[in-house]
């Protein structure tokens, strides 16, 4: 169970990742959409995703 959850986590976050970059350059807020504004938004959710994944091991 846990190889296949590595996988999904494997595969699915760094897609998930570039979806959120690429919807934040669509915001209508300057500071979020230019710059590094996209970077710091796809950053703060790499680490909850990451979170996640940590926690949805099972815990020994």
Do not use: D
């Amino acid at each position: 169970m846990p190889i296949a959850m590595a996988l999904a986590w494997i595969v699915f976050a760094p897609h998930l990742a570039i979806n959120v970059f690429h919807m934040t350059k669509r915001v209508p807020i300057s500071s979020v959409s230019e710059g590094i504004g996209p970077w710091i938004v796809s950053g703060i959710y790499l680490i909850a995703i990451l979170n996640a994944a940590i926690m949805s091991f099972p815990k020994s």
